[in-house]
């Protein structure tokens, strides 16, 4: 199983911008579809973005689209998510995941391995 630790987050004001990081042990993630989730006290989780094994293919919630992007790269085991013009309702804990299997990328149930979240504050 690979072993995922999340970075980046912190407090930022609406219209600005966060790079959240995802770094990855124990295994190479160049045969992982890799996720982001979040989570907002009180909801459930909510798939955000998710990239291919390969990067070819990236998928996106409909309320982030346009504003985040998902990026990977292989070689030095790492995930990235660049959030850009962040509105007060993109405040939760950031969730990296990882998951091996062609399942569907959007059910957090799908992912074998979960980082520990990073927190995301957008302030209005």
């Known amino acids: 199983q690979v072993q995922l630790v999340e970075s980046g987050g912190g407090l930022v004001q609406a219209g600005g911008s966060l790079r959240l990081s995802c770094a990855a042990s124990?295994?190479?993630?160049?045969?992982?579809?890799m996720g982001w989730f979040r989570q907002a006290p009180g909801k459930e989780r909510e798939f955000v973005a998710a990239i291919s094994w390969s990067g070819y293919n990236t998928y996106y919630a409909d309320s982030v689209k346009g504003r985040f992007t998902i990026s990977r790269d292989n070689a030095k085991n790492t995930v990235l998510l660049q959030m850009n013009s962040l509105k007060p309702e993109d405040t939760a804990v950031y969730y990296c995941a990882a998951k091996i299997y062609t399942t569907s990328v959007y059910s957090p149930s799908e992912y074998e391995s979960w980082g520990q979240g990073t927190q995301v504050t957008v302030s209005s």
């Open positions: 124990g295994r190479p993630i160049n045969s992982y579809t």
